[in-house]
């Protein structure tokens, strides 16, 4: 699918915008998770900015697409996307963690309007997906169900639970998208688990698998373009990612997967997004 070039600056610009979100909101709370939610941010701008049928003004609106966030320690990415896109005020992001807010450390359902499911355990958000696209065949409804998960829960049994599942049922009202990061919180992937060859293993259990660039929003475009338009297969994008995406000592570094700030380097990361923000901006301004 062709993206203009223009829609193609916004949407960058607009990923910059929720990585600073995040950088400042984690830095508030104290506490957090920096380097998935960087990562993340192209997936979750295309997502929310370009892909989901949603509307920001009536979260449970029953035709919307349902998005599953499986690793919701990645939350402060999808508060940010969702403030952006007008689901609650961009000032509320400064509440993360804090006690009574709706933004916690993990997105929790009851709480929060668009926010689908409480997550926590990681391993069982695609089972959750696979319950809602199964039910939405039932009910003869047409929306997509968007299950995002991480590469390291995939060491968890319910998970390939779900992943059969899907595959018998041929349920392509289905799409799971994989942060493939290459990282946990002790490590490497593939030193502490490995995974490979994930490809091979989806395509066994019979989902039609999709790679992609997660941080080349005009990769993303195609990938999820692509996905719509599979049918009798559950859908399986493995999108590589940079974690810490944007911020130079992040990017790469699994150490940066959750750990408090030390004084100046929130600073650091945000002068360098904003930074890349102005190129941006310019280059935008000369579309």
Known sequence: MHLHEKKLKELEIIANKLRQHVITSVANAKSGHQGGPLGMADIFTVLYFH???????KPDWPDRDRVILSNGHICPIRYAAMAEAGYFPVKELMTLRKLGSRLQGHPERAKLPGSETTSGPLGAGLAQAVGLAYAARLDKKTFKTWALTSDGEHEAGLHWEAVLF?????????????????????GKTEDIMPLEPLRAKYEAFNWHVIECDGNDITDVVRAFHEARNIFQKPICIIAHTMPGKGVSYMEGNYAWHSQPFKPGEAEQAVKELQAIAAKL???????
């Open 51 to 57: 892909e989901l049928k949603h509307d920001p003004k």
């Open 166 to 186: 899907a595959g018998k049922y041929r349920l392509d009202n289905l799409i799971c998208v994989i942060d493939r990061n290459n990282i946990q919180i002790d």
């Open 281 to 287: 901006e310019a280059d935008h301004a000369a579309l």
